[in-house]
């Protein structure tokens, strides 16, 4: 038995078990300094997250040598996830090109055991292209499941990873991925885009972890930000808590294999999400939440 905190209650990722209210690291490059970078992990850590998602293009690699330098050597239960797939290239809006051959994937767990001081990254997440928003796969990078799965399926026999994710895809390329073994699937979903649901409730069938991103909406168009819709909004006010925390609330109250990755570079705004934990709806809140999707 602990002690320590564990926000949103347990859930599993492969063999790990984790809380269910995680932390996505990707906006940690843009804090003003490493010193608040440091700041806002080691607070994560000490309010019991246990679940960090990162990869090395974020940067690239500073947030990778940023948890590396605030929380190394790293807590016995800490799940590092990160994904390969994409490359940095700095250009606006979107600062990333497809990396998806096999040879790729394979230099980008290299650069994850190196940036982050690990022997082995405890899973790692195949970032297809098959699903919006961001950049398209083109080309040669239009490479088959079969031979990325091939590659991570090696790296993960080598010893280098220790679980296989998988992330922006379609339930038919889920389907042909689960005889790899697949932890976890990441995909755009949240209360107000439903559009995953299928792919949800594969997962669900097959004790794969759901591991929704943009889980409060986006700025890209198309993406309608959580908090602002009329009865998130109205929900949050009657229960005295935030937008944010409502739209997070009804992700963990809708599926039992959900795990959370909210991001943010602010402890306040990071303790925000985990306070989601909370955060009760009864059965006519979440009536209302489940039709506005």
């Known amino acids: 038995m602990t002690d ?7 859930g599993s990722i492969g063999t790990s078990t984790v809380a269910r209210i995680g932390y996505g690291a990707m906006q940690l490059f843009e804090s003003e300094t490493p010193e608040d970078a440091v700041a806002v992990l080691r607070r994560a850590v000490e ?55 096999p040879a790729e994937l394979r230099a980008a767990v290299e650069d994850d055991l190196r940036q982050l001081g690990l022997d082995c ?26 031979d990325q799965l091939a590659e991570m399926i090696a790296l993960r026999d080598e010893g280098k990873i220790g679980a296989i994710g998988i992330s922006a895809v379609p339930v038919d390329v889920v389907r042909r991925a689960l005889p790899a073994g697949i932890a976890c699937v990441q995909n ?14 594969l997962c669900a069938e097959e004790g794969v972890a759901w591991v929704p991103y943009f889980p ?9 930000k959580v908090a602002d819709h009329p009865v998130v909004a109205e929900i949050a006010g009657q229960l005295g808590v935030t937008g944010a925390q409502v739209g997070l609330a009804w992700l963990l109250a809708h599926a039992p294999n959900t795990l959370l990755i909210p991001g943010t570079r602010s402890v306040t705004h990071l303790e925000e999400n985990l306070g989601a934990a909370d955060v009760t709806l009864d059965a006519e809140a979440l009536a209302r939440l489940d039709a506005v999707g």
């Open 47 to 101: 309010l019991g997250v246990n679940h960090i998602d990162t990869a090395s293009f974020y940067g690239p690699g500073e947030v990778n040598r940023r948890i590396r330098a605030a929380l190394a050597p790293y807590p016995d239960d800490l799940v590092i996830v990160s994904k390969v797939g994409a490359r940095f290239t700095g250009e606006q809006p979107i600062p990333l090109a497809a990396a998806q051959k």
């Open 216 to 224: 409060l909406g986006s700025a890209f168009p198309g993406f309608t």
């Open 121 to 146: 990254v405890p899973v790692v997440n195949l970032r297809r292209m098959d699903l919006g928003p961001g950049v398209a796969a083109e080309g040669d990078q239009r490479v088959d499941v079969d």
């Open 4 to 10: 320590k905190p564990q926000p949103g209650g347990l």
């Open 188 to 201: 755009a979903y949240s209360v107000l885009d439903r559009s995953q649901e299928d792919t949800l409730r």
